[in-house]
């Protein structure tokens, strides 16, 4: 309510009213600020109580980031009511502040707001162009589907009477509706954006197509088939190398004959040399398992010969004599501190978590430098502190009580000290299994969305392709345009000779023709 202080009444019952009235807004407008205060703190104690509460209370990052968009919803409701209506954009310019510039590729469509009628609003005289204001605003085409009609003419000689037909061009899949393009959509959507296929059907058919999930299974089977050989062909780059990260996690897999679902294994093999400029690129790449026996990873590492980094699983110590050697990880040490300190409070394990921690800020200089350069600062600075960390924890074992989780922590870090200590003497070492445990995440999140694979064969197939889609993106190659360009090429008869040209780091968009 506004109140205009040069046409206020005489009458004073009138002004009791009016003041009435304003305090009575002015209760209502409070209240509904508070509240939304209220609401506002409770979600700001809700993610902080996902990030630092204890273990039984977090939430997982995909969590956290619904909560921080609603909260920035919530911000950006607030700024409209009360922004002006017609808030023009600034003028395109070279991006200094916080928003950064619409990309120089995205194609550009010009929209013109023009005085009507041209003549000067003040005197109504004739105008003349003078100069323009460019601002932009950033569009969406949704996706549309497209037939691809093939025609093949025929052609009658009139001499002999034969016909004469060009052959039929090849397709991703024998006999299928799916183009590459398509193919790679779903597999991208699939395996790469975590949309189940059910999911996809659904969205299709809302285009008017109709694509059940079968149909779309079927394509994905087909898929893999081509992509497997290039995975083969991966796998071989990546175990040729000297210095691998190795891990694995669950994934849930039905079971028909009992009604249930099994435990299978997923694991991951991971090469990044980036941290010490290491000649070779990133790459990361996948096998199924139903079982997390030793014999698996030593099946996959057959011919590897080198460093493996790895947490504390026993099947992969056993792996460890003259073709490899085991480096340890930190992190999975420091982890075992951490859950103690935040359930006890334990100075032990606060000082503890202190001191990997000058461990790490360590490793975050010299992160990017040659391995020779980085294994000279760690003998002059990282050294010194790990020599001084296992005494002082073979120290405070001998005064805790032998089954307690400090005990435990600290009994855990010393049975690995050997390979905790493997990166003092080799540059090329990280500090923790970091890199494969970044390539998990996605199957975590698949897993989340997915739920269960249907088969086996569903979860092979999932490496088969995982292990592509993760090895481009390391590289910095876009998905979908890589899988969809592979998936025309091999379909057309890529040579098997020239397989290497389209690994990821290899691999160079076909030039169209002219």
């Known amino acids: 309510m506004e109140i205009n202080l040069a046409t206020l009444p005489d009458d004073v019952t009138t002004l009791h009213r009016m003041i009435g009235a304003l305090v009575t807004a002015l209760d209502s407008e409070r209240a509904r600020a508070e509240a939304e205060i209220d609401r506002l703190r409770q979600i700001v104690k809700t993610l902080q109580r996902g990030q630092f509460g204890q273990r039984s209370e977090r939430l997982g990052g995909d ?53 009507a009628p041209a003549v000067c609003p003040c005197c109504g005289g004739p105008v003349h162009e003078i100069g323009e204001t460019v601002s932009e605003m950033l569009d969406y085409v949704p996706a549309r589907l497209r037939v691809l009609r093939i025609r093949r003419p025929k052609y009658g000689c009139r001499s002999c009477g034969t016909i004469h037909q060009a052959p039929a061009p090849e397709r991703p899949i024998a006999k299928g509706l799916a183009s590459a393009g398509l193919l790679a959509h779903v597999l991208v959507s699939k395996y790469c954006d975590h949309l189940p296929l059910y999911r996809q059907s659904q969205i299709f058919a809302r285009q008017g197509v109709t694509l059940n999930r079968s149909t779309l299974a079927n394509w994905v089977g087909g898929a893999s088939w081509w992509l497997e050989v290039l995975r083969e062909r991966l796998a071989a780059q990546v175990f040729a190398s ?71 699983y026993a099947g992969f110590e056993t792996l460890a004599g003259d073709k490899i050697v085991l480096a340890a990880c930190w992190a999975h040490a420091r982890r075992k501190f951490y859950d103690v300190q935040k359930a006890t409070g334990s100075p032990i394990a606060a000082e503890a978590l202190r001191r990997i921690a000058g461990l790490y800020a360590i490793e975050t200089e010299i992160r990017g430098c040659r391995a020779n350069e980085r294994r000279r600062v ?18 405070q074992l001998r005064r805790l009580p032998p089954r307690g989780g400090l005990a435990q922590a600290i009994r855990y870090a010393l049975a690995r000290w050997p390979a905790l200590c493997r990166f003092l003497d080799d540059g090329r070492i990280e500090l923790d299994n970091n890199p494969v445990e970044r390539a998990i995440r996605p199957v975590a999140l698949g897993r989340k969305n997915h739920l269960f694979a249907g088969s086996d064969g569903g979860v092979h197939r999932w490496a088969i392709i995982a292990s592509l889609l993760e090895t481009a993106k390391l590289n910095g190659v876009e998905p979908y345009a890589y899988l969809k360009d592979v998936l025309d090429r091999m379909s057309h008869g890529h040579p098997m000779s020239q397989i290497d040209d389209l690994l990821p780091w290899n691999w160079k968009p076909a030039v169209p023709s002219e």
């Open 242 to 312: 000297d210095k691998l990260f190795a891990d694995d996690t669950p994934i849930p897999v039905l079971d028909p004959g009992r009604g249930r679902t099994k435990t299978g294994r997923l694991w991951v093999y991971v090469r990044d040399d980036r941290p010490w400029r290491g000649p070779d690129p990133p790459a990361a790449v996948y096998f199924y398992s139903p079982d997390r026996k030793a014999e698996r990873p030593a099946a996959h590492l057959g011919s590897f010969r080198g460093v493996l980094q790895v947490d504390g």
């Open 63 to 115: 969590q956290l980031q619904l909560g921080l968009e609603d909260l920035d919803a919530d911000i950006a409701r607030g700024e409209a009511q009360t922004a002006p209506v017609r808030d023009e954009a600034p003028p395109v310019e070279p991006s200094s502040g916080e928003r950064e510039g619409l990309p120089d590729h995205l194609p550009r469509s010009d929209m013109t707001v023009d005085l």
């Open 378 to 395: 760690r003998d002059e600075r990282a050294r010194p502190l790990v020599e001084a960390l296992k005494p002082w924890l073979e120290d």
